[in-house]
């Protein structure tokens, strides 16, 4: 299933509640002409993303709903109860079709009969004409044998001969009328074609709806054919063939005997009595042999065009098919006496064929090996039944046999006998034992091959006999049920509800704070086994709160982990919307770029991808408008003149990539810097001195420009300043490099995830404080007289770079001096600052742990030394510190 | 062009799409006795064979493919 049919299923069902909903308040409001609007628009919309996947039926009933709905917005149709009973079934229909489409991955053909039954009731309240009305479309299950027979006699005899032989092979035979749209070959259609790849063809004709008009009036391209056709295929196999037009086609069964009728050259009237009298006679003799050898000497010495020879080959074939109906034979044989055609549908005649009927009919549809297998299938079963049954599990043993034989007679067709199955299966369970079962199977699918013991046998269906006497008022339920129209599903129905849930973010953002208070609270764990050993002396004890933590601390990290995947989103979420801004943007620069977006399904917290829009679309304007050339400036300069865009995310362990390149000019530092100290950001000085890297990043510094003029797309000097400081607010990381000519890449780099935060605890005048771990570089201990003093700050050399070292307790405005060890050595954290490393001198480190950082709030917001709290496993509450503010 | 017209004589060849239709509506309009061969043709659009049943066109030869051959004898030869 893709992305966009999932997205599909769960909008869907989505509209169809809001359709649901909308008809409910119509119901009480029937005048009010916003919700009849608002209704409309559901149904619009979704037959609109229904037309997006290959779903026949749904559209053509949404379609329908949406005609209608727009008859009644325009006051065509006045609103009833009837109508919305009408739309309600419908959607009950689409909501059925989505689940199938949601189990299966495609809908059933067995839907379009009944879609085109919806579609057609729907449209009738519109009171237009409707081609093929619903009474024309059947449901399949109330499709009778028809009292009229088609008009098989309009068959050349070998078809219907062919036909016949198929027949006794087991297979169906369907009478199809295809009446296609008189428009159909303007929407492409070829009738024609669609009639010849007729699964199961045996013959097909070509017939004038109309009688045909003058040439000179004919129009060529109003389709007034109609097409017969008579398949061996099942109905199933129809009705996917023909499932975009069930409402064009009319599909009905006839036995087979119905094919049997003589044609040809009645030479001079009935003068065949002689024969008829003799046929008879033998035939009542039951002497086959002789009849079929009279029969053929008869036909040897007739004209191969004349009726009687027809009759006699039917006679033949008669006798080779169905030796034993005797009735049916005679029927032909009868008919030479006044050469009239044979009324199949009289009583008499067809009781025979009624009678062989069953053999025929059980067996529709089942090849030899499908019979094998179905053998093998009941064999089996049986072998399952025959096991003791001891204990009560193994009553699921009967359970199974019964569902399988379900499925057997199901695909046997033979639905009628369920009910009995599932009466004896109760039976069965009710008394713990197998037997009622299998004297089903023996009543059912004949006996054993192996006897049985006649005791055993004998004592079961004494028990069995209530069990199989007891369905029949079951039965008659339990048919009807199986009879409806399954999507009439109503509100007291069992209701299998959708699989996604929209969830409010801020629900989802509760639970993360409580899954953090667990986190805590969990923290507290150890602290307590440490007390209970120490304080309480119980050893005991404190293992097992040890052990008890282990278990809560495995718990709260799963349900972290999977609240976390909750809050995940692909970047496809925010990349969407380059493919259009880029061809406007492109467009309306006369520019020629194309787009490649690259790792569109990596996933990152929700945050993290909202907070990606707005500086996305910065540098994208950024590289449209300042990057890429124009066409002929590009060509000149031997570039191909369509320019590339790649936006490519990747995740690199916790933290995702995204990284933005095009092959446009590039930046040129001299520019850069010109601009840079005409703006007067940087002074004279910086601008000799600055290299092309640094210079480049001049263009993140607030308030510098590269372009000549201010646009309505860029030059206001707040785009690469304001994407820095978006990024930034995220933990998030920025980086430029440029190639003067030859493009220019953009990385910025992103935490997966906002929620837990991995800080180092260290420790500085008695008190703890977090650093967020993704700027720690390293901890050392430096010896006192390794630190130099340069002017007034601290330096000291660490692998042969001078790191400028910092005392916390200074920045942090507190007076006392940092503690060295017993070494006189000092704890050096060594942070990333930017592009440079700094050391922080503070007393001692402790380890690291995972937190949910809280930002600080009221009063304390404004300390930006401190970017949040967090509170401890022991109730303290650790200070993260925000390194860059604090230097 | 999958329909050849000659003199009185229009060749069938392939597949004769939907487009064809009215051309041979119009040359059969122009020529009544006009004949068709079929021999070389695989399929024709319904809209073909619908101007070719009205006009009720003399067939010079049949396809060659039987089961197509069938189709049309049936709606072709049948009794109008």
Same mark, same amino acid.
């Given at each position: ?331 032909? @044989? ?274 993290? @991808? ?278 | ?80």
């Amino acid at each position: 299933m893709t992305p966009l049919l999932e997205q599909f299923l769960s909008e869907a069902r989505d509209f169809l509640q809001g359709i649901g909903e909308k008809l409910m308040q119509l119901e009480k409001a029937p005048a009010d002409a916003e919700l009849m609007t608002e209704l409309f628009r559901f149904v619009h919309t979704l037959k609109g993303n229904s037309g997006l996947f290959d779903f026949p039926e749904m559209t053509r009933v949404l379609h329908a709903g949406e005609d209608l709905m727009d008859a009644v917005r325009q006051g065509r149709v006045a609103y009833s109860r009837e109508l919305a009973d009408r739309l309600l079934d419908a959607m009950d229909f689409v909501g059925m079709l989505c689940d199938e489409i949601e189990q299966t991955g495609a809908i059933g053909s067995a839907c379009a009969a009944d879609s085109a039954r919806l579609g057609a009731a729907l449209r009738q309240l519109i009171g237009t004409v409707v081609t093929g009305t619903p009474q024309a479309v059947p449901s399949p299950a109330a499709q009778p044998i028809p009292a009229a027979l088609p008009p098989l006699e309009s068959l050349p005899e070998a078809a219907r001969m062919a036909a016949f032989r198929l027949a006794h092979a087991g297979k169906p035979l369907h009478w199809l009328t295809y009446t296609p749209d008189e428009g159909c070959f303007f929407s492409g259609d070829d009738p024609f074609f669609q009639a010849r790849q007729t699964p199961g063809i045996v013959w097909g004709g070509v017939v004038a709806r109309e009688a045909w008009p003058k040439l000179l009036e004919l129009d060529a391209y109003r389709c007034i054919l109609d097409f017969h056709l008579l398949s061996s295929a099942s109905r199933a196999d129809l009705d996917e063939y023909y499932r975009y037009m069930p409402e064009q086609i009319v599909c009905v069964t006839f036995p087979a005997l119905a094919l049997v009728q003589p044609q040809g050259d009645p030479n001079g009237g009935p003068v065949y009595e002689d024969f008829v009298v003799e046929a008879l006679d033998t035939l009542g003799r039951g002497d086959s042999g002789s009849l079929a050898h009279a029969a053929r000497t008869m036909l040897e010495l007739s004209n191969p065009d004349l009726w009687l020879s027809s009759a006699l080959r039917w006679l033949l074939l008669l006798i080779e098919l169905e030796p034993d109906n005797r009735t049916a034979q005679g029927i032909v @044989i009868e008919s030479l006496r006044n050469l009239d055609a044979i009324d199949w549908n009289a009583a008499t005649s067809l009781a025979p064929s009624v009678e062989g009927a069953p053999e025929v009919i059980a067996d529709i549809g089942l090849s030899p090996e499908e019979q094998a297998a179905l053998a093998a299938l009941v064999a089996t079963q049986r072998a399952i039944l025959d096991m003791p049954i001891e204990t009560a599990w193994q009553m699921g043993r009967v359970r199974a046999v019964a569902s399988t034989l379900a499925g057997c007679l199901r695909s046997s067709r033979r639905e009628g006998e369920i009910p009995g199955l599932e009466a004896a299966t109760a039976a069965a369970l009710e008394d713990a034992m197998a037997a009622p079962l299998m004297d089903w199977l023996d009543h059912h699918f004949g006996t054993a091959p192996v006897a049985e013991t006649s005791a055993a046998t004998t004592s079961t269906a004494a028990e069995a006999a209530p069990a199989t006497m007891l369905p029949p008022e079951d039965t008659k339920s339990a048919g009807e049920g199986e009879g409806e129209v399954k999507f009439g599903r109503r509100a007291e129905d069992a209701f299998s509800g959708p699989k996604s849930l929209k969830v409010d973010q801020a629900k989802i953002d509760l639970l993360m704070n409580l899954i953090g208070e667990i986190v805590v609270a969990k923290n507290a764990l150890p602290y307590l086994a440490g007390r209970a050993e120490t304080v309480f002396g119980v050893r005991e004890l404190s293992r097992e709160i040890k052990a008890q933590y282990a278990v809560i601390n495995r718990i709260a990290e799963e349900m972290q982990d999977a609240i976390m995947q909750v809050r995940m989103m692909p970047v496809s979420f925010v990349f969407q919307r380059f493919p259009r801004l880029v061809r406007d943007i492109s467009r309306k620069l006369g520019k020629e770029v194309n787009l490649v977006l690259e790792g569109e399904e990596t996933e990152a917290d929700k945050n993290i @991808i909202e907070s990606l829009g707005d500086p996305l679309v910065h540098i994208v304007r950024n590289s449209l408008d300042h990057g890429f050339e124009l066409p002929e400036v590009r060509r000149a300069a031997g570039k191909p003149a369509e320019g590339s865009l790649t936006i490519r995310a990747t995740q690199e362990s916790d933290r995702v990539v995204i990284e933005i390149q095009d092959d446009g000019k590039g930046i040129d530092p001299e520019v850069v810097k010109r601009k840079a100290y005409e703006k007067g950001l940087i002074d004279e000085t910086a601008l000799e001195r600055l290299s092309n890297q640094d210079a480049v990043n001049l263009v993140f510094v607030a308030g510098f420009s590269m372009a000549e003029v201010v646009s309505d797309l860029s030059g206001r000097g707040v785009g690469m300043d304001v994407v820095r400081t978006a990024i930034e607010k995220v933990n998030g990381a920025i980086a430029l490099d440029s190639e003067k000519g030859r493009g220019t890449r953009i990385r910025l780099s992103l935490p997966l995830s906002m929620a837990v935060t991995n800080v180092m605890i260290i420790e500085s005048d008695g008190q703890i404080f977090g650093l967020p771990m993704d700027s720690v570089v390293e901890t050392v201990r430096v010896a006192r007289a390794d630190i130099r003093t340069i002017k007034r700050s601290m330096a000291t050399v660490l692998r042969g770079r001078i790191v400028p070292l910092k005392s916390l307790n200074k920045l942090l405005g507190l007076a006392t001096p940092p503690i060295a060890n017993d070494q006189d050595e000092l704890a050096v954290l060594v942070v990333r600052l930017g592009e440079e490393s700094v050391g922080l001198l503070v007393d001692d480190f402790r380890e690291t742990v995972d937190i949910i950082l809280k930002p600080m709030t009221g009063v304390l917001a404004g300390l930006g030394c401190y970017s949040g709290s967090a509170l401890m496993g022991d109730g303290s509450v650790l200070m993260v510190l925000n390194v860059k503010e604090l230097m | 062009m999958a329909i050849e017209y000659r003199k009185n004589l229009a060749l069938f060849r392939d597949v004769v799409l939907v487009e064809e239709a009215e051309p041979l509506l119009e040359w059969l309009q122009k020529k009544p006795a006009g004949r068709v061969d079929l021999a070389d043709c695989t399929h024709l659009h319904a809209a073909n064979l619908q101007v070719l049943m009205a006009a009720r066109a003399s067939v010079k030869a049949w396809p060659k493919e039987p089961c197509f051959a069938d189709w049309l004898r049936a709606a072709l030869l049948r009794p109008h």
